[in-house]
């Protein structure tokens, strides 16, 4: 990557992986440079696109705040070309369909200089949403009320979407995408930047737009996505159990998120009868990790939707279940701009 002599230093770095993605990058783009806060860079890193996603970057890239950089495939192998690439104090992940809300940056800076933390962690853009506009600071010992809030919820607190993470964190403890990990490997990374971490501010107010399309939807080979999701639980066992045995059920209740979007995005939606698509939620709730997770979990300690959704678990009833994914799945399809699991 070539930059211009005497290039400043910036205050954030953000890196999109672009892999075919010319239907969304110009606007993912356009949401860097339409910041109230100029201060930044913003590495694309292509990695293999067979569309016009290559000549779409190449019309932007300046190399003095835009640059077009190229890696191996693999949304880890470009995040990791891009922190590499970086400049910046901070560290921010965009997908190349999503987009940065205008003030984010400045929001993110003025938190940078009032409490100095290591993480900041924003919420999505939802129409549906009311947001109390709350900052809270977790470290020292409250550090463990947030490890136990992201584990619980970590489709919404256990993503690298909507967090700056700080550059020095991430390189000074040797912090990269894990390349094996197709699916939840941004969990594994999160996790591993809170542990690291002495200081993380939560923000109750937006500051990234996820667009949701029907691409959007994770899907994957019979049997395959349940192995590439067990890869990313095994993983945050052993960094659970190494950072605190007091996070069991937190735990239990990440394993069954993980099979909560399983069921959603891939068994409830394959081209199958409705019989094999039980037989098969069945089957894999008796997958070891998921097994364990479904015996152990204390729903007392839960509320909500999902201690529903978890007790349906523990009783094997697939089609509760199966008429969870269906009301998920339409809510999906009516939303135009974001997308939840």
């Given amino acids: 990557m070539v930059r211009e002599a005497n290039t400043k230093t910036p205050e954030f770095s953000i890196i999109i992986p672009a892999y075919n993605a010319e239907a969304f990058i110009q606007a993912a783009i356009q949401s860097i440079n339409n910041q109230t806060n100029n201060d930044w860079e913003l590495i694309i890193v292509e990695n293999g696109s067979t569309d016009q996603t290559t000549e779409i970057c190449n019309c932007y890239a300046d190399n003095k705040k835009i640059y077009l950089i190229h890696s191996e495939k693999g949304v880890s192998n470009a995040r990791n070309a891009g922190i590499e ?9 965009l997908d190349a369909d999503d987009q940065l809300l205008r003030d984010s940056l ?43 809030i992201s584990l619980q919820t970590p489709t919404q607190k256990c993503n690298t979407k909507a967090v700056a993470f700080r550059s020095s964190v991430i390189k000074g403890g040797g912090i990269i995408f894990d390349s094996q990990i197709c699916y939840a490997e941004d969990s594994v990374f999160f996790l591993e930047a809170f542990i690291h971490s002495k ?36 993983r945050i066992d052993k960094m659970v159990k190494e ?24 068994i409830f939606a394959r081209s199958e ?28 300690e839960l509320n909500g939707v999902k201690k529903a959704v978890f007790w349906m678990m523990k009783h094997k009833m697939t089609f509760g279940l199966l008429f969870v994914a269906r009301i998920r799945q339409s809510q999906n399809k009516k939303k135009v701009n974001y997308f939840y699991v």
């Fill in 273 to 300: 009868s409705v019989a094999s698509q039980l037989a098969d939620a069945k089957q894999a709730m008796f997958i070891p990790e998921f097994k364990e997770a479904i015996e152990k979990i204390n729903l007392s």
């Fill in 243 to 266: 950072y605190s045995r007091n996070f069991d059920n937190d735990y239990y209740a990440f394993v069954l998120n993980q099979l909560l979007v399983i069921l959603v995005n891939d």
């Fill in 85 to 93: 690439a970086s400049k910046g104090k901070w560290l921010i992940f």
């Fill in 199 to 234: 200081k993380l501010i939560t923000l109750h107010y937006p500051v990234y737009r996820v667009i949701y399309h029907p691409e959007s939807a994770v899907r994957s080979g019979k049997k395959k996505l349940e192995r590439e999701y067990l890869m990313a639980i095994q």
């Fill in 106 to 148: 400045q929001q993110f800076d003025e938190i940078d200089k009032k409490y100095a933390p290591d993480l900041i962690v924003g919420e999505y853009e939802n129409r549906r949403s009311v947001y109390s506009g709350e900052i809270k600071v977790y470290e020292g010992n409250g550090l463990a009320d947030f490890m136990r």
